[in-house]
């Protein structure tokens, strides 16, 4: 069976410090890779999404970045976080398969 | 520009009853809608969808009803349990997008659901 892993699960920072979110998925092969980020009292927004290795689209403009340097990993990252980057983080796969989305237990950020 | 909205922030429902959750689209090309639950810290699972080749899909005690023509569609949940007290999303996309290479899912807002005893 598939998971997904995310870590940390929660994390504070300053203001101006670096972030890097790491996200993993077991049990498939060539997922489609999505970041998500929930802001307080917000939906789900779609930040970053990804078909395969070394491939990244942008969703939004912003003060983040995404890799995915292996099939199953993807990794979100900032070098300066703001106040405004807090927020609840979900990563999720979709296999080719499958129709939906499988999303993690996501990483609560809070800048400050 | 909200393309999926849920007007709805919040609903109570007494336990046993039906609970209706609603969700608008104004994109024309969304042809695929899912269902999304959501507690607290956790990712959100996914419950139900529905294709624009239907008008209605059950599972269960889930129930997702779409009307193309009003662009809504709805989750009934019947009975309700308080283990269903959870944020419900709305999603939509274009399926040949979906079973495509992007495969993008636009979420609604959500509604909080609180079912009572």
């Known amino acids: 069976s598939q998971t997904i892993h995310q870590w940390p699960a929660t994390l504070v920072q300053p203001v101006g410090s670096p972030l ?3 996200c993993t998925v077991e049990g498939t092969s060539n997922p489609n ?6 802001a307080a009292g917000r939906g789900l927004q779609l930040l970053f999404y990804s078909v395969g290795i070394g491939q990244i689209s942008s969703e939004v403009p912003q003060n983040l970045s995404a890799s995915r340097p292996q099939d199953r990993q993807f990794i979100l990252s900032s ?3 703001l106040l405004s980057d807090s927020g609840f983080y979900l990563c999720a796969w979709r296999g080719v398969s499958s129709n939906e989305q499988f999303f993690g237990p996501g990483t609560r950020l809070t800048v400050l | 520009d909200q393309q999926v909205k849920q007007n709805s922030p919040s609903l109570s429902v007494q336990e046993g009853r039906i609970s209706i959750l609603n969700c608008d689209y104004t994109n024309s090309m ?3 809608f899912l269902w999304y ?3 607290p810290a956790e990712g959100p699972t996914f419950l139900i969808s529905i294709s624009s080749i239907k008008d209605k899909n059950e599972d269960g005690r889930f129930t997702v009803f779409l009307n193309k023509s009003a662009k809504h569609l709805s989750l009934h949940i019947v009975p309700s349990q308080p283990g269903d007290s959870a944020v419900y999303f709305c999603a939509a996309s274009n399926l040949l997008d979906f079973t495509g290479t992007a495969s993008k899912l636009t979420f609604g807002t959500g509604t909080r659901l609180q079912v009572t005893l």
């Open chain 1, 20 to 22: 890097s979110l790491e």
């Open chain 1, 79 to 81: 070098k300066k976080l």
């Open chain 2, 30 to 32: 969304f042809d695929y």
């Open chain 2, 37 to 39: 639950k959501k507690y």
């Open chain 1, 33 to 38: 890779l999505y970041w998500y980020r929930q």
